[in-house]
């Protein structure tokens, strides 16, 4: 959603803190080879799908199931969603180090389901990105910047893929400082 909304024209630019990591930028003999941090990047990527992903081809494979089981039980929900809260956040396995109890479960309450598209292949605004240690697998800078018009890439010290729940002081001073003017 945030990537179609990027490549509008009516929009000055785009903050993300999320890059899917089924994004690839163009790739084949006309660009340069893969660099030793793009590796480590599919490395660590295959890591995660070994130990974190069977969530995600459940999903793509039978999501009817997974979505009868989980909406017809806020307990089983509340519990999937706990684990990717422990599993995905920058709190060592315990949670209430960066989320009062009540939050997970408002969170867990009010949770859609979004979509994902694959974005536009040129982006012309300027786009700013905050990655969080402890995200799930990040597509590294050099790949992005052939899509994207990367204006800022900041690396937080702390925080994981809930960042806006984890660390919203962070979040928000890091997109501030994104779409902030140059003093004169």
Not at 64 to 80: E, K, N, P, R, Y
């Amino acid at each position: 959603m945030s990537t179609n909304l990027g490549a509008s024209h009516s929009v000055e630019g785009l903050h993300l803190n999320c890059i899917p990591g089924s994004f690839r930028p163009p790739l084949g003999a006309e660009y340069r080879a893969i660099s030793s941090e793009e590796q480590q990047y599919l490395d660590r990527a295959t890591q995660f799908a070994s130990l974190e992903g069977a969530y995600s081809l459940l999903q793509a494979t039978k999501p009817q199931t997974l979505s009868f089981a989980l909406s017809d039980s806020a307990i089983g929900l509340l519990s999937w969603m706990t684990k990717k809260f422990a599993s995905w956040s920058y709190c060592d396995g315990d949670l209430e180090t960066v989320f009062r109890p009540m939050r997970c479960q408002r969170t867990c309450r009010s949770t859609g389901l979004a979509t994902l598209s694959t974005p536009p292949s040129e982006y012309t605004r300027k786009m700013s990105f905050a990655h969080f240690p402890k995200e799930l697998p990040t597509t590294p800078c050099s790949w992005v910047e052939r899509v994207f018009n990367v204006r800022r890439w900041t690396e937080m010290a702390k925080g994981g893929h809930f960042a806006a729940l984890e660390q919203p002081v962070l979040l928000a001073r890091d997109i501030q400082d994104s779409f902030r003017k140059p003093a004169s």
